[in-house]
Structure formats: C-alpha cells, structure tokens
C-alpha cells in the first residue's frame, strides 16, 4: 500500500482538514468534489469546460461501462483515461449503488449478487472479485469494493447481516486486488445505515482488512440529516486520520459544509449537474427555478456573486428562455453554473482550512443562504 | 443606403470574389457561413465555442422570435444582441420560410399573410411592413424582406404570381424601412423557383427597389442540383457586382464552392449542426455515420486532417459511445467538428480567392471527398 494521501491543514476547532490524494494520474488537493460521468461524460460539458472550471478529478460508473461499451473494449482502447481522453485522476464506483438501485431482479448470495440488466434483463453474476477485476480493467486510479446494502429503511437485523456480507466482501476483494501489481487503489465502502453500532463495525471490520481510503456508503436516502451526521460524528474518531474519507453520492452544499466538519475529504453528486439540466440553479442567496415566469424580462445574472462564465454573459431573461425552448445551450449554461458554485465552495473551503477560519465561512453560508432554500427575494 | 459591402478580390476565371460587409457590429469577410441560432442559440455550443471556431455572424429565426419571447419582449431586453449576448453581426430571416414550411391553415392575401402559429394555433396576420417592425425590434443587423413562395414544385403561373407578389412586398417592406433613421441593413428575396425569365424578373423587380444585399429564396427544396447552379449562373451578371449576395438555406459544402464560383457571398444552413445531433460527420474524406459499429474499437480520431478540439482529443470509438449513450456531450463534439469544417472551407475558400487558387481549391475538394458521399474505406 503506497502512501497516497498527505493532511496538509487542520482545522483547531473542528475536524476539517486538507489534503493531497497521490494518484497515479496526478494530485487532488482535498476537501475535492467531483463531478459524475456516468458514462465517461459529465453531462452537458466538454472535458475542456471541465478543466476550467478546475475539476480535479471525477467519478465514473463501472456499472454503466461495463454494461457498455464493457470493461474488455475500454481495456483493449487503453483503459478510461484514454478511453475519454482525461487525463487526470478518476475513481469508479464498483456499481454496487447502481445494481441494487436500477436493476430488476435482484437476488444476493454469500458468494455474490446476480441482476438482471436494466438494459435489456440480461441475467447477470458478480462477484466481488469481478467487481475488482472490471475496474482493474478499467484503470481508475481508484476502485471502489462492492459493497451490499439493503433498501431503506432496513430493519437492524438485516442491516447487521448487510453489514457483515459488506465486511466478507471487502476481505475478498482486497485479496484479488493484492494479486495485481497496479498503481491503483482500492477503498472500501462501510454499510450500517444510520446504527451507530453496525456503523463502527462496518468501519472497524473495513481498517482491519486495510484499504487506501474508507467510504461511507448507504447514507443520503432519506434517513433524518441529524442522524446522518451522527454517523459522521462517530465515524471521525474511528477512522484513521492519515487515510482519505469519502461520503458517497451526497449532496447539498449546507450538508457537505457539515460533512467536512466531520472530517470528510471527497464527495460525488449528481444534484449539480442533474438540478441544473432541470433548471434548478444553486446562488449565493439560495435556489433558483429558472423556468420561473419573473424572470422572463430579468437582464440581471443569475448569481451577483458568481463569477462563471454563465454569470458573466448571460441574464437571467436569456438563460429562461433557453430553458424554455429546450435549447442544448441551457444544459450547458446551467451545468457550467451550478459546478462552478460546487467547485467554488470547494476552494473557499480549503482555503478557510488553510486560514483557520473554517468555521467562520460555515457560519457564513448558513446565514446567508442555505442553498436548499428557494432564493429570498 | 450606406455603403456596406466591398468587395476585396474577384477571382480572374470565374465570379468569385471576397468581400468585406460592415454591419453596426463590425465586418464579416465573405464568402462567408452563417450558423442558425434560430431561438437565439446555435444548438450545442456556447457563443465561447462560436468564437473559438471564428464564427463571424449568425442567423436568427425572427419568426421564432416573434412567436417566443416577442419582438416587444427582446426590444425591452435592449435588442437581440443584449438579449442572447452575442456582440457581432446577427442576420434576422424575416420569417417568410417559417410560416410557409411550419405554420398550418395560411392563407395569402395582398396585404399580408394569416396562419396559425405552429405552437398553440394562435392566428396571426403578417404583412411585409410587419415583418420589418418586428426585425426593427430585434434589432438585428440584416433584416430580410417578407417573400411568398409557393409549395415546391410550383407551376410557373403559380410561381409568376409569387414572383409579382413577392416584389409588392418587397417595394412595402423597402417604404417601412425608409420611415426608421436605423443602421438595420434590409435585404431583399428573389423568388422566381428555376424558371430562368421569373427568377430575372425576381432579381430586376428587387434591383429596382434598391436593397442593401440580395438573397435568392426558395431553392434547395429537391430541385436538381444543374437546375440550382443555372438559377445562380443566370442570377450572376444580373446582380450588381458591388452588392452582397446570399444563398439562402444552402447546403453541401461542395454545392457551396459552385455558388461561391457564381458569385454568392453568404450563406446558412442547418446542415452541419443537425447532422452533427443525428451523428453525421463531414470528414475531409467523406460523410461518416458515427454509430456504425465500426467505429466501437476505433482509436483514430474522426478526421486526421482536421484540427478541430474533438478531432485533436476525442477517438472515434469515444464519439460513439457518447452518441449511443445520448450524451450531451455527443450533440457538443459533433456540433464543434461538423462546424469547424464548415468555417475552415470558409477560410480555405477565401484565401484561395485571395490568391488566385480557387478553382485548383473547388478541384481538390471534389476528387478528395464529396462530403456529400459515404467514406470511401
């Protein structure tokens, strides 16, 4: 296991920090957001927007590739980064999300999970191991292990039972990692839903095996925020403090304010670039409805504050009437928007690590906004 | 009337020539493409992409404009450019084409025409002194007359009525644009079909009104291709040599080198950015159908000749995939190469003109593709 992630800053009155994540395709400085391909394309933008807006590294779906084009013609093309020409770090998520949320017919054993393609119901078996070897294929420069959860809410007797399979799964996958020589890194996801018990065993049971960085799975499907930050809470001390923390799939920006709090280092989320081809669109004084007829005669930008290049050129009465008419440059717009207010955040919140003043920039984001709400007007 | 177009080089062994057309927003050097931005927005890319493959000037749908925001709502918004902003020259198609192609139930009377709007069947009455008003209020830098063509293919005493009538509308629309102190530009539109003594009286009805360039109108509908060119080849002497010309509508890039060599000057299409959507690419060697599955494993980019960021980045295997995942991306890469092309036989055609080569130029490009053929493989 090579030394990848270096904390560069600590926050003195929380457990904020920052870091570098070392991969083999170049550093992420952390707390790092990054944007989803699914398929090896952050929807409604180019590679090149992508890099001006700074984007360090982003998340692809194993289980889309491998479904298609499949793991062996992104091998046989030179693996993801040259598949999709991005040259910079990458991490693929095993799939495990996607098989137990999009596929019909599900049906878990010890020795894995067999599913039916959402495609076309292709009966499909995997396997821990497989799932190692698909992203080996693949060539992220980080993997993630196949994990198991159960619908929420899951009861805690089958959350005990998802947690341990999850525990056997990654011992398994370890294993067949350790038979490659690969500079790619292999994290694993802890399950246990909001039981604080089941939550430390998962995360216990994961640092006994030993992974280059630990994910919290399972979290963000409705359960209360007060409960999901519980776990963090007392994920934090468990957790070791030189291995990166990933909170997967989340979320809004007031809640990745309270995740770094906890100690987190990397988040995806599709919430960015799916509100925005929706024509939801974060601003400093909250969430904006583009469709929303007031702003049918606005010359104003969407966002003062916001020094994008969506907020730069466009007004709001544009940037409606593009949505309206279905137009391609709405998608882009918005996208180009809403990552850069992610990514921005990002940077102000390194930065306030850096300066100690983590806290005082989280307390000014809550007064003055809280994204989730609508904008006050 | 301004004097607004010169011309800056005339090729010794046919008619064409390279100009320069000064609009309120600054030159365009012709020959020269225009891409449809019909609601505002040319589909797929930014107006930074546009800039970066040296888009010159762009046409706008007045119709679709009319329709949705308003005429009223973009005057209130300061004009089409403050509006979409977008700084240089925009053209406005007076609608002409849009209501005799789109709209159901239109009728034509002398003083205008009535149809439903294709949205939500709205009547509307239209006149040629409407359709100035409404390019008024857009603000555009050429507006066009309001013509009337009949369905393709049209007797030729349906198409002499439309040819007469089209001039009444034409001597209207030039008295409504005299009423405005405006650096608004107003073309006129010959109609005429193929029929060589309409087409001539088209063009010498509108010469004797006076306009700032001229437009053929109602061509590329399915007539043959020899038919066209003789209907340019006839319009050439006619024409005054001092005054723009433009092609409406038009088409293939080798349709486009046999109207620059019979003295057209300017020219739209929706040909590049539609295919490009649909996954038609024109390459230097031919048209390429992108989701063929040939290209699945194909690391070579689409076009080794073309410098373009999607030729200089992406595999043909990558645009594939992107095409068949549905990605916006694909609409993106696609849209950026197939204009790209466009724009750099604009350049090509225009240098040549300049140096005395075109018609060694308008050779090559026939024997090496015919984009409007297959690749040859």
Same mark, same amino acid.
């Given at each position: 296991?090579?030394?990848?992630?270096?904390?560069?800053?600590?926050?003195?009155?929380?457990? *904020?920090?920052?870091? +570098?994540?070392?991969?083999?395709?170049?550093?992420?400085?952390?707390?790092?957001?990054?944007?989803?391909?699914?398929?090896?394309?952050?929807?409604?933008?180019?590679?090149?927007?992508?890099?001006?807006?700074?984007?360090?590294?982003?998340?692809?779906? *194993? =289980?889309?590739?491998?479904?298609?084009?499949?793991?062996?013609?992104?091998?046989?093309?030179?693996?993801?980064?040259?598949?999709?020409?991005?040259?910079?770090?990458?991490?693929?998520?095993?799939?495990?999300?996607?098989?137990?949320?999009?596929?019909?017919?599900?049906?878990?054993?010890?020795?894995?999970?067999?599913?039916?393609?959402?495609?076309?119901?292709?009966?499909?078996?995997?396997?821990?191991?497989?799932?190692?070897?698909?992203?080996?294929?693949?060539?992220?420069?980080?993997?993630?292990?196949? !994990?198991?959860?159960?619908?929420?809410?899951?009861?805690?007797?089958?959350?005990?039972?998802?947690?341990?399979?999850?525990?056997?799964?990654?011992?398994?996958?370890?294993?067949?990692?350790?038979?490659?020589?690969?500079?790619?890194?292999?994290?694993?996801?802890?399950?246990?839903?909001?039981?604080?018990?089941?939550?430390?065993?998962?995360?216990?049971?994961?640092?006994?095996?030993?992974?280059? %960085?630990?994910?919290?799975?399972?979290?963000?499907?409705?359960?209360?925020?007060?409960?999901?930050?519980? +776990?963090?809470?007392?994920?934090?001390?468990?957790?070791?403090?030189?291995?990166?923390? =990933?909170?997967?799939?989340?979320?809004?920006?007031?809640?990745?304010?309270?995740?770094?709090?906890?100690?987190?280092?990397?988040?995806?989320?599709?919430?960015?670039?799916?509100?925005?081809? #929706?024509?939801?669109?974060?601003?400093?004084?909250?969430?904006?409805?583009?469709?929303?007829?007031?702003?049918?005669?606005?010359? %104003?930008?969407?966002?003062?504050?916001?020094?994008?290049?969506?907020?730069?050129?466009?007004?709001?009465? =544009?940037?409606?009437?593009?949505?309206?008419? %279905?137009?391609?440059?709405?998608?882009?717009?918005?996208?180009?928007? #809403?990552?850069?207010?992610?990514? !921005?955040?990002?940077?102000?919140?390194?930065?306030?690590?850096?300066?100690?003043?983590?806290?005082?920039?989280?307390?000014?984001?809550?007064?003055?906004?809280? !994204?989730?709400?609508?904008?006050?007007?």
């Amino acid at each position: 296991m090579t030394r990848s992630f270096t904390v560069t800053a600590r926050d003195p009155v929380s457990s *904020a920090r920052t870091g +570098v994540l070392e991969t083999a395709h170049g550093a992420v400085e952390t707390p790092a957001f990054m944007p989803v391909a699914s398929q090896g394309s952050v929807k409604g933008l180019t590679h090149a927007v992508l890099e001006e807006l700074g984007v360090g590294i982003i998340l692809v779906n *194993a =289980y889309h590739l491998f479904l298609r084009p499949g793991a062996d013609a992104v091998a046989a093309l030179g693996g993801v980064h040259r598949f999709i020409s991005w040259p910079k770090p990458v991490l693929s998520d095993s799939g495990g999300f996607q098989i137990f949320s999009m596929s019909p017919l599900v049906k878990v054993f010890e020795e894995g999970v067999r599913f039916a393609s959402h495609l076309d119901g292709t009966k499909i078996f995997l396997t821990p191991e497989d799932a190692v070897d698909v992203q080996a294929k693949l060539g992220t420069d980080i993997g993630m292990c196949l !994990d198991y959860f159960p619908p929420y809410p899951a009861t805690e007797t089958t959350m005990r039972e998802a947690v341990e399979r999850t525990g056997r799964w990654a011992a398994r996958a370890k294993r067949r990692h350790e038979t490659r020589e690969s500079p790619q890194q292999l994290w694993g996801i802890s399950q246990g839903g909001v039981y604080p018990d089941l939550r430390a065993r998962g995360i216990e049971t994961l640092m006994e095996i030993g992974f280059d %960085g630990y994910a919290y799975g399972g979290l963000g499907l409705g359960e209360p925020k007060s409960q999901l930050f519980e +776990v963090l809470e007392k994920g934090d001390p468990l957790l070791p403090r030189d291995r990166p923390r =990933y909170l997967m799939g989340m979320g809004y920006i007031e809640d990745i304010y309270e995740a770094v709090e906890r100690g987190v280092d990397l988040f995806d989320c599709v919430l960015p670039t799916r509100n925005a081809r #929706n024509g939801t669109l974060f601003t400093s004084r909250g969430r904006i409805s583009i469709k929303n007829v007031k702003y049918a005669a606005d010359p %104003g930008p969407l966002d003062e504050a916001c020094s994008c290049y969506t907020c730069r050129t466009f007004s709001r009465a =544009y940037l409606r009437h593009l949505f309206e008419r %279905g137009e391609i440059a709405s998608a882009i717009l918005n996208t180009i928007h #809403n990552l850069h207010f992610y990514l !921005d955040n990002f940077r102000r919140i390194r930065q306030s690590i850096q300066s100690n003043s983590f806290s005082l920039l989280k307390k000014s984001i809550r007064s003055e906004s809280g !994204d989730s709400k609508e904008e006050t007007t």
